[in-house]
Nanobody, 122 residues
């Protein structure tokens, strides 16, 4: 099983980025998938979560209304669309999947991808 997170980069405040989490070895539609981030010197934070089959979406308060977590089942990929980016969104972003807890995203997800760095300049 492999999760590949991509799409990070440098963007100015107010801009947008779309991160991708592509999976191999599992079908993401059957898994809860979450995006997490970790800024330098800070603990990992859960950013967004989509339940198995996409019935439930949840977002951290800090990104509510700015980030969206859509799923493309044909591509076996979950995205994180990030709009109105702020310098405080700067972090390494990780995607993770869990095939047991299907309705929520914990910090003990089954599978984790390597992170992708997002840097937002002011």
């Amino acid at each position: 099983v492999q999760l590949q997170a991509s799409g990070g980069g440098l963007v100015q405040a107010g801009g947008s980025l779309r991160l991708s989490c592509a999976a191999s070895g599992i079908t993401l539609d059957y898994y809860a998938v979450g995006w997490f981030r970790q800024a330098p010197g800070k603990e990992r934070e859960r950013v967004a979560c989509i339940s198995s089959r996409g019935n439930t979406l949840s977002y951290a308060g800090s990104v509510q209304g700015r980030f969206i977590i859509p799923r493309d089942n044909a591509k076996n990929t979950v995205y994180l669309q990030m709009n109105s980016l702020k310098p405080e969104d700067t972090a390494v972003y990780y995607c993770a999947a869990d095939g047991y807890r299907l309705e929520s995203c914990s910090y003990a997800m089954d599978y984790w991808g390597k992170g992708t760095l997002v840097t937002v300049s002011s």
